[in-house]
């Protein structure tokens, strides 16, 4: 038959990716277990064994998130999608949100706060430094927030906030504690209980070895006390059995997360149609933390990043920003004076088939991210990336000592035995 | 090393789901090629081969919806995401949003356009019909409101919405023409530009052979022009060169369709990081349709929903509603006197691994619903079903002329040429 808006045949083509190794600040090569997880065939959305799937999804990333919370499930969407709904379900419009920004994550905080209606207050840091517990402090004396809302590894600029002794300042002062762990959840150490957190949310594509499209939340039963203020059931599902809340309803469907409790709990509620194929990969990346051990793997960003680093350090390259604070998964290095920035990144991909990462905002031009996370938190993949960027730089112009990235990088492997 | 929150070793195995046949109204089997798509390697978020498979989404859902829109791309969450982010990018608080309701979808519109703070007017009809032209330009002319919503295909009564003449009476009335065709995409008729319509929103978890979790959308260029009025740039990427909009900032970050828009276009403004394997089987589930032709893969639909249907009239069944608006890809089915419909539900499942739907609302415990929908709209699945379904319910005591079923089916392949 005809069609007016047939395409392009060419297009009619299965796409085939071209092989990289995504060393950038995420997303990642990801872990062919997880491909392999997500290769398989759907049961329905109330099939026991789907039902089943979901729980231990949930007991699962207990583990991975480190807390007894029952509340502990899947947004389907990207990280951000976890980030709108845990601030939509607790921020009702006017309340106060305090967000210390120190990086592009942090503005981002900011921006969906904003849009839930919130006055936010923000504190800044320099790209490149984090927060002390006494800076936090003081400005939640002063402004009396509802939450406090802050990223754990901001990958703009590489560095770790330290969480461990903000939950016991916020329960002082009566203060839901946020904070958004993707970026650094799985390679940096994570204590949701121990540095009590009321709501945490991340992503699949960092050092979690998956792909973008899920978010693992968990919240604290206080979280929990103040989305149920608001529940709420949706006409067409609604039965005489079921209870309203007395709060304002959450402005958005999507996210509410009283309607997604509802739906991963024992009522099963219909919501969304859960993503089988996201739950599949997420499932598998929160069961190979495990299996490695969350120890383990923070033990192995550690050592691949210092590799990484000290390798980069080491062909006469400064690293950016306050490196007792950096994220063991991604290191900032400032492009060095003369040298093309892009046309660097770009001979990495196009002639190495190597990713490293550009940067936003303040940092835009200036420093190249580069991320050992994940599947590529790897002996081979550090060096493959130290020994190519070396030629690259070496054609570009850049003055280094011959082989100093690899056998510095090579050093530490011995010194860490591996 | 030890750690009191290390889950149960029986969680540390692979998840393995039971082989099942989906004969649901949706989730369905997932065609295998989409499967094997999604089981790609990630390039980066910026990687030309990602940019490239971006633009061929695009380009192959313009096929799909059969559009010349540029503005057609997907929304990185399940079905209802897709509606959330059309809605709430083009409804400020206040607007007046026209829903007529036929069943259980049609109340979801009405529940998001509430909580983007709509003043939403509703028409109803009765579960099993659908609306007249007519009535839904009467209540036009007396609520005027700034956008019609309407649902194509619900499948919580198997209806189809004839949405042939409602472009134009919007047209005329300066009203903007938004239907969610989830449900029905694939396998019956879609026709974006012809019908004149403002936004669609669809999933791939029906028709389109894929499993749920990405949203495509597509938009005219009145949508995008109210869109665009509310154009906002995050901070942290932000430059000079950006020029935000007049109007009312979007109240969401994640579906903010100017953003999403600028991310997809050609300035690739970082908005979230695309769930790639997502959209992977996004771009599968187009091309294989559009392989297939959209007019042979309604033209399946037809027949195998048809057999389907009259062989499950042939076996002493009552069929839901008004036939002759039936989707094509979806039957309603009385559960006969005497029959308990939920064991009948459980022997399909556990004794014959195929799965049939139950009903929410006025239809629970009424009618079960039987989908013949993407890559199930299949002989053999709907013979297998068939034959099951007769078995189960011979068991069950339900009087029936023994192979009624599967020979009426038998019949309309001879005469459908199959």
Not at 245 to 253: F, K
Request: charged share 20%; with cysteine; aromatic share 6%.
């Amino acid at each position: 038959m005809t069609d007016q808006y047939s395409v392009n045949p060419a297009l009619l083509r299965p796409f085939s990716p071209p092989p990289r190794l995504l060393m950038g600040p995420g997303p990642i090569t990801v872990d062919p277990r997880v491909l392999r997880a997500m290769s398989a065939q759907l049961v329905g959305q109330y099939d026991p064994a789907m039902t089943q799937c979901m729980n231990e999804t949930m007991a699962l990333y207990r583990g991975v998130f480190k807390t007894k919370n029952q509340w502990t499930l899947l947004v389907d969407g990207t990280s951000r999608a976890g980030i709108e709904a845990v601030l939509i379900s607790l921020i009702e419009p006017g309340d106060k949100i305090l967000v210390p920004v120190f990086g592009r994550f942090g503005h981002l905080l900011c921006e969906i706060a904003e849009r839930c209606g919130a006055e936010v207050h923000k504190i800044h840091k320099e790209w490149g430094e984090v927060f002390t517990p006494d800076e936090i402090e003081t400005a939640i004396k002063q402004v009396q927030p509802k939450v406090l809302a802050i990223v754990q590894g901001d990958t703009s600029t590489t560095m770790l906030q330290p969480l461990d002794h903000l939950g016991e300042i916020c329960a002082r002062h009566g203060v839901l504690f946020y904070s958004d762990g993707t970026a650094s959840i799985g390679g940096n150490p994570f204590e949701t209980d121990k540095w009590q957190l009321d709501a945490v949310s991340v992503g699949l594509q960092k050092c979690l070895c998956g792909p973008s499209g899920s978010a693992p939340i968990t919240l604290s039963e206080k979280a929990v006390a103040t989305i149920r203020k608001r529940r709420h059931i949706e006409a067409g599902i609604r039965t005489d059995n079921h209870i309203a809340g007395s709060g304002r309803r959450i402005a958005s469907n999507y996210f509410d997360l009283g309607m997604i409790m509802d739906y991963w709990g024992e009522e099963r509620l219909n919501h969304h149609t859960e993503a089988t194929t996201m739950l599949y990969g997420a499932r598998e990346c929160a069961r190979i933390l495990l299996e490695e051990g969350v120890e383990n793997a923070i033990e192995r960003h550690r050592i691949h990043g210092k590799a990484m680093a000290q390798g980069l350090a080491a062909m006469n390259l400064k690293l950016f920003g306050d490196q007792s604070n950096k994220m063991h998964n991604v290191v900032g290095v400032y492009i060095p004076e003369g040298v093309a920035g892009e046309a660097v990144r770009s001979s990495m991909l196009n002639d190495f088939g190597i990713e490293i990462g550009t940067s936003f905002g303040p940092l835009h031009g200036k420093i190249w991210r580069i991320g050992t996370m994940g599947y590529n938190a790897r002996k081979d993949a550090v060096l493959q990336t130290l020994t190519a960027l070396e030629a690259v730089l070496r054609r570009a112009g850049h003055s280094q000592t011959a082989n100093a990235g690899v056998d510095t990088a090579m050093t530490i492997y011995t010194q860490e035995g591996y």
